[in-house]
């Protein structure tokens, strides 16, 4: 426990911090070489004294949306188990950001949101949210995987990859995503797998819940995962319109799909890495059909603080009144 402990805190104040740093001095080095930078920060002082600031306030109304099909999303995944509010759903998932914001990779969200289901539901709705964030996964690689193909030929003549590791990249995420969509169609057996290992099928009751689910329950799941990247993409237009990112809706559409697939395969450590990769990232694949670095790296910004900062400041408000409640509660029974 010691050693997981000093681990933690290596990589929270430590490790994490260094990245972050080498990967925001990698991004404003780029972006001060730019060659018009005084004219692309003049013509996005701009656009905030313009209609295009409406865009903005776009995003915002996209951001409540999005969480909003995900808050739904969760509440159709535990209604076997145990039935929410919408209201109590979006409560949830707001915590469950908050948890997130500090955990590698965002496994924290987990947990945020488990506290939301009575006591004896909490470890069963873990299996049942895992499968929503599935369903996710399914459709963030299967459109990156796509944006892959399409924009294949851009990719290697920017010399950002090999044509031979580009395939194999390729070869890999097909065999992932269909692996993963086999299994996410195919819930049972991991019931059945689990009843027949002695060593774990006292822990069977922890995932009775993916019984019920059946195609039409997951065939919802995935078209809610697909609105949610819809929103986002859609958060990124308007933001590259804000900041004069001159790019059109398509290249940017399958770029940002791409960019969203890196980031789903390559692990952070904390939160401030992940606005670090993400702005990297942003760079190599926008750059490909945009040299306004300077808007790109904003965009990757704002896109990070109004879609996880926000939430997940709203979520740690939420998280006290929850422990107020745990806290009544065990004064009660005392």
Do not use: C
Not at 10 to 17: A, C, Q, S, T, V
Not at 202 to 213: H, I, M, N, P, T
Not at 279 to 298: A, H, P, T, W, Y
Request: hydrophobic content about 55%; proline content about 2%.
């Amino acid at each position: 426990m010691k050693l997981n402990k000093n681990i933690k805190i290596f990589i929270n104040y430590f490790l994490g911090p260094i990245l972050f740093a080498w990967l925001s001095w990698s991004i404003y080095s780029q972006v001060s070489r730019q060659p018009d930078l005084e004219e692309k920060w003049k013509h996005i002082r701009q656009s905030f004294g313009s209609p295009a600031l409406l865009n903005l306030v776009a995003v915002f109304v996209l951001m409540i949306l999005n969480w909003g099909i995900e808050s739904f999303k969760w509440k159709l995944a535990v209604q076997k188990i145990q039935g929410v509010s919408f209201f109590t759903s979006f409560k949830a998932i707001l915590s469950g950001t908050s948890f997130s914001a500090t955990t590698p990779n965002r496994v924290g969200e987990y947990l945020g949101r488990v506290l939301y289901m009575n006591e004896g539901n909490r470890l069963k709705a873990i299996s049942l949210t895992i499968v929503g964030s599935m369903s996710q996964l399914i459709i963030t690689l299967l459109m990156g995987w796509t944006g892959l193909l399409l924009l294949q030929k851009q990719v290697e003549n920017s010399h950002l990859l090999s044509g031979i590791w580009l395939r194999v990249i390729i070869y890999g995420v097909s065999f992932v995503l269909l692996i993963l969509t086999v299994f996410y169609f195919r819930l049972s057996w991991i019931i059945k797998w689990i009843d027949r290992l002695p060593g774990v099928r006292k822990y069977a009751w922890l995932v009775q819940g993916l019984e019920d689910f059946n195609a039409t329950l997951m065939l919802q799941l995935l078209s809610l995962s697909a609105l949610r990247f819809l929103v986002f993409i859609i958060q990124y237009y308007l933001l590259f319109r804000l900041f004069n990112v001159d790019i059109s809706w398509w290249q940017g559409l399958w770029a940002v799909s791409v960019s969203f697939l890196v980031m789903a395969v390559i692990p952070t450590i904390a939160l401030f890495t992940d606005l670090g990769l993400r702005g990297q990232v942003s760079l190599k694949l926008i750059g490909l059909f945009s040299r306004n670095d300077l808007g790109i790296g904003l965009t990757s910004i704002s896109i990070w603080f109004i879609n996880l900062i926000i939430p997940a400041l709203a979520g740690s408000i939420l998280i006290l009144g929850i422990k107020k409640i745990f806290k009544s509660s065990n004064d009660e029974r005392i």
